[in-house]
Protein backbone atom coordinates (compact mmCIF):
# COMPACT_ATOMS: atom_id res chain seq x y z
CA UNK A 1 0.00 0.00 0.00
CA UNK A 2 1.58 3.32 -0.91
CA UNK A 3 2.05 5.54 2.01
CA UNK A 4 -0.52 8.49 2.42
CA UNK A 5 2.51 11.16 2.79
CA UNK A 6 -0.14 14.37 2.17
CA UNK A 7 -2.12 12.83 5.25
CA UNK A 8 0.73 11.78 7.12
CA UNK A 9 2.61 15.05 7.08
CA UNK A 10 -0.84 17.17 8.01
CA UNK A 11 -1.42 15.04 10.99
CA UNK A 12 2.01 15.02 12.18
CA UNK A 13 1.90 18.79 11.66
CA UNK A 14 -1.87 18.87 13.79
CA UNK A 15 -0.01 16.59 17.05
CA UNK A 16 2.86 19.21 17.06
CA UNK A 17 0.32 22.07 17.51
CA UNK A 18 -1.38 20.36 20.45
CA UNK A 19 -4.03 18.47 18.93
CA UNK A 20 -5.44 15.15 19.87
CA UNK A 21 -6.35 11.70 18.30
CA UNK A 22 -9.64 12.18 17.96
CA UNK A 23 -9.47 15.70 16.72
CA UNK A 24 -7.19 15.04 14.12
CA UNK A 25 -9.13 12.05 12.84
CA UNK A 26 -12.06 14.26 12.63
CA UNK A 27 -9.65 15.89 9.65
CA UNK A 28 -8.25 13.09 8.35
CA UNK A 29 -10.46 10.04 8.18
CA UNK A 30 -7.75 7.00 8.58
CA UNK A 31 -7.99 4.50 10.62
CA UNK A 32 -6.70 4.94 14.16
CA UNK A 33 -3.59 2.20 14.06
CA UNK A 34 -2.52 4.07 10.89
CA UNK A 35 -2.73 7.51 12.55
CA UNK A 36 -0.93 5.61 16.18
CA UNK A 37 1.66 4.95 13.69
CA UNK A 38 3.00 7.43 11.90
CA UNK A 39 2.53 9.80 15.17
CA UNK A 40 4.33 6.93 17.07
CA UNK A 41 7.57 9.00 16.90
CA UNK A 42 6.25 12.73 17.06
CA UNK A 43 7.31 14.64 20.55
CA UNK A 44 5.38 17.37 22.09
CA UNK A 45 6.34 20.35 23.60
CA UNK A 46 5.05 21.47 27.26
CA UNK A 47 2.45 23.99 26.04
CA UNK A 48 0.99 21.41 23.62
CA UNK A 49 0.97 18.43 25.79
CA UNK A 50 -0.77 21.15 28.03
CA UNK A 51 -3.26 21.53 25.03
CA UNK A 52 -4.33 18.47 25.22
CA UNK A 53 -4.46 17.81 28.82
CA UNK A 54 -7.15 21.14 28.68
CA UNK A 55 -9.03 19.73 25.77
CA UNK A 56 -9.06 15.99 27.64
CA UNK A 57 -10.69 18.33 31.08
CA UNK A 58 -12.72 20.48 29.14
CA UNK A 59 -14.18 17.01 27.70
CA UNK A 60 -14.49 15.39 30.88
CA UNK A 61 -15.93 18.47 32.33
CA UNK A 62 -18.56 18.31 29.62
CA UNK A 63 -19.18 14.73 30.39
CA UNK A 64 -19.94 15.44 33.84
CA UNK A 65 -22.62 18.42 33.28
CA UNK A 66 -24.12 16.75 30.39
CA UNK A 67 -24.42 13.49 33.17
CA UNK A 68 -25.43 15.73 36.02
CA UNK A 69 -28.44 17.33 33.70
CA UNK A 70 -29.74 13.98 32.80
CA UNK A 71 -29.98 12.77 36.56
CA UNK A 72 -31.35 16.20 37.87
CA UNK A 73 -34.31 15.88 34.67
CA UNK A 74 -34.74 12.54 35.63
CA UNK A 75 -35.20 13.25 39.65
CA UNK A 76 -37.28 15.88 38.63
CA UNK A 77 -39.81 13.54 36.44
CA UNK A 78 -39.45 11.31 39.72
CA UNK A 79 -40.74 13.96 42.10
CA UNK A 80 -43.56 15.46 39.48
CA UNK A 81 -45.12 12.11 39.05
CA UNK A 82 -44.87 11.24 42.83
CA UNK A 83 -46.03 14.69 44.02
CA UNK A 84 -49.38 13.81 41.86
CA UNK A 85 -50.00 10.99 44.32
CA UNK A 86 -50.58 12.94 46.88
CA UNK A 87 -54.15 14.31 46.68
CA UNK A 88 -55.71 16.09 49.43
CA UNK A 89 -54.98 16.00 53.08
CA UNK A 90 -57.69 15.91 55.20
CA UNK A 91 -58.01 16.33 59.45
CA UNK A 92 -57.53 12.62 59.78
CA UNK A 93 -54.42 12.68 57.77
CA UNK A 94 -52.68 15.49 59.34
CA UNK A 95 -53.23 13.81 62.70
CA UNK A 96 -51.61 11.07 61.69
CA UNK A 97 -48.76 12.82 59.43
CA UNK A 98 -48.02 15.10 62.74
CA UNK A 99 -47.96 12.16 65.13
CA UNK A 100 -45.41 9.98 62.92
CA UNK A 101 -43.26 13.22 62.92
CA UNK A 102 -43.54 13.60 66.50
CA UNK A 103 -42.77 9.56 67.40
CA UNK A 104 -39.64 10.24 65.01
CA UNK A 105 -38.39 13.60 66.47
CA UNK A 106 -40.35 14.16 69.64
CA UNK A 107 -39.27 14.12 73.28
CA UNK A 108 -41.36 11.40 75.06
CA UNK A 109 -41.84 10.45 78.74
CA UNK A 110 -39.68 8.21 80.47
CA UNK A 111 -40.24 6.30 84.10
CA UNK A 112 -37.07 8.07 84.23
CA UNK A 113 -37.99 11.59 83.33
CA UNK A 114 -41.84 12.32 83.66
CA UNK A 115 -43.91 15.16 82.96
CA UNK A 116 -42.10 16.09 79.66
CA UNK A 117 -44.16 18.32 77.53
CA UNK A 118 -44.42 18.69 74.05
CA UNK A 119 -40.72 19.35 72.01
CA UNK A 120 -40.22 18.85 68.99
CA UNK A 121 -36.64 19.33 66.95
CA UNK A 122 -35.40 19.21 63.71
CA UNK A 123 -33.35 21.51 61.23
CA UNK A 124 -35.91 21.27 57.94
CA UNK A 125 -38.07 24.11 57.69
CA UNK A 126 -40.96 22.50 56.08
CA UNK A 127 -40.93 19.63 58.72
CA UNK A 128 -41.17 22.41 61.65
CA UNK A 129 -43.94 24.60 59.87
CA UNK A 130 -45.95 21.24 59.18
CA UNK A 131 -45.45 20.26 62.68
CA UNK A 132 -46.25 23.96 63.67
CA UNK A 133 -49.54 23.79 61.65
CA UNK A 134 -50.53 20.07 63.26
CA UNK A 135 -50.33 21.87 66.31
CA UNK A 136 -52.42 24.50 65.39
CA UNK A 137 -55.15 22.27 63.62
CA UNK A 138 -55.43 19.11 65.90
CA UNK A 139 -54.43 21.14 69.65
CA UNK A 140 -55.58 24.22 68.74
CA UNK A 141 -52.58 25.25 70.24
CA UNK A 142 -52.12 29.53 70.32
CA UNK A 143 -48.95 31.44 69.29
CA UNK A 144 -48.16 32.25 72.84
CA UNK A 145 -47.83 28.75 74.32
CA UNK A 146 -44.94 28.42 71.72
CA UNK A 147 -41.29 28.70 71.83
CA UNK A 148 -38.50 28.19 70.00
CA UNK A 149 -34.62 27.32 70.60
CA UNK A 150 -32.24 27.95 67.99
CA UNK A 151 -29.09 25.32 68.49
CA UNK A 152 -25.96 26.06 66.18
CA UNK A 153 -22.51 25.86 66.00
CA UNK A 154 -20.64 28.33 67.35
CA UNK A 155 -18.45 28.90 64.33
CA UNK A 156 -21.54 29.66 61.96
CA UNK A 157 -23.21 32.83 61.17
CA UNK A 158 -25.66 33.53 63.80
CA UNK A 159 -27.21 36.43 62.24
CA UNK A 160 -27.72 34.84 59.06
CA UNK A 161 -29.19 31.97 60.80
CA UNK A 162 -31.88 33.91 62.78
CA UNK A 163 -32.83 36.16 60.06
CA UNK A 164 -33.32 32.62 57.77
CA UNK A 165 -35.70 31.20 61.09
CA UNK A 166 -37.29 34.72 62.09
CA UNK A 167 -38.42 34.63 58.61
CA UNK A 168 -39.44 30.89 58.55
CA UNK A 169 -41.46 31.27 61.62
CA UNK A 170 -42.69 34.53 61.26
CA UNK A 171 -41.62 35.88 64.20
CA UNK A 172 -38.80 38.25 65.83
CA UNK A 173 -35.21 37.24 65.49
CA UNK A 174 -34.53 38.39 69.31
CA UNK A 175 -37.30 35.75 70.39
CA UNK A 176 -34.79 32.94 69.21
CA UNK A 177 -33.24 31.61 72.23
CA UNK A 178 -29.80 30.85 71.09
CA UNK A 179 -28.12 27.83 72.68
CA UNK A 180 -24.27 26.99 70.73
CA UNK A 181 -22.96 23.51 69.87
CA UNK A 182 -19.46 23.20 70.68
CA UNK A 183 -16.98 22.34 67.59
CA UNK A 184 -14.73 19.20 67.53
CA UNK A 185 -11.03 19.97 66.05
CA UNK A 186 -10.45 18.05 63.03
CA UNK A 187 -14.51 17.64 62.80
CA UNK A 188 -15.90 15.99 59.68
CA UNK A 189 -19.69 17.33 59.67
CA UNK A 190 -20.66 18.46 56.79
CA UNK A 191 -23.48 20.86 58.14
CA UNK A 192 -21.19 23.75 57.65
CA UNK A 193 -21.30 26.60 55.26
CA UNK A 194 -24.02 29.22 54.15
CA UNK A 195 -26.85 27.16 53.83
CA UNK A 196 -26.43 25.88 57.64
CA UNK A 197 -28.80 27.66 60.07
CA UNK A 198 -28.84 25.09 62.73
CA UNK A 199 -31.41 23.15 64.47
CA UNK A 200 -34.91 24.65 65.64
CA UNK A 201 -36.31 23.03 69.02
CA UNK A 202 -39.64 23.97 69.37
CA UNK A 203 -41.34 23.61 72.69
CA UNK A 204 -45.09 23.90 74.05
CA UNK A 205 -46.01 25.19 77.23
CA UNK A 206 -47.82 23.20 80.04
CA UNK A 207 -47.97 20.22 77.56
CA UNK A 208 -47.36 17.55 79.20
CA UNK A 209 -50.60 15.60 79.74
CA UNK A 210 -51.29 16.45 75.34
CA UNK A 211 -47.65 14.56 75.11
CA UNK A 212 -49.15 11.69 76.78
CA UNK A 213 -52.16 11.43 74.30
CA UNK A 214 -49.58 11.80 71.21
CA UNK A 215 -48.09 8.82 72.82
CA UNK A 216 -51.83 6.65 73.10
CA UNK A 217 -51.86 7.83 69.55
CA UNK A 218 -48.62 6.45 68.73
CA UNK A 219 -49.20 3.31 70.36
CA UNK A 220 -52.77 3.03 67.97
CA UNK A 221 -50.99 3.42 65.24
CA UNK A 222 -48.82 0.36 65.90
CA UNK A 223 -51.39 -1.67 67.00
CA UNK A 224 -53.55 -1.11 63.57
CA UNK A 225 -50.78 -1.20 61.58
CA UNK A 226 -49.83 -4.39 62.88
CA UNK A 227 -53.31 -6.01 63.09
Not at 187 to 208: D, H, P, Q
Request: proline share 2%; aromatic share 8%.
Amino acid sequence: MIPKTEEREKAIKLRKEGFSYSEILKEIPVAKSSLSLWLRSVGLAKKQKQRITEKKLAAALRGARAKKEKRMALVKEIKDKARKDIKNINKRDLLLIGTSLYWAEGAKEKENNPGVGINFSNSDPRMILIFIKWLRTIFTINNSDLSYELYIHETANLRNAKLYWSKILSMPAQNLRVYFKKNKINTIRKNIGNNYYGLIRLRVAKSSTLNRKIAGWIEGICTRSLI
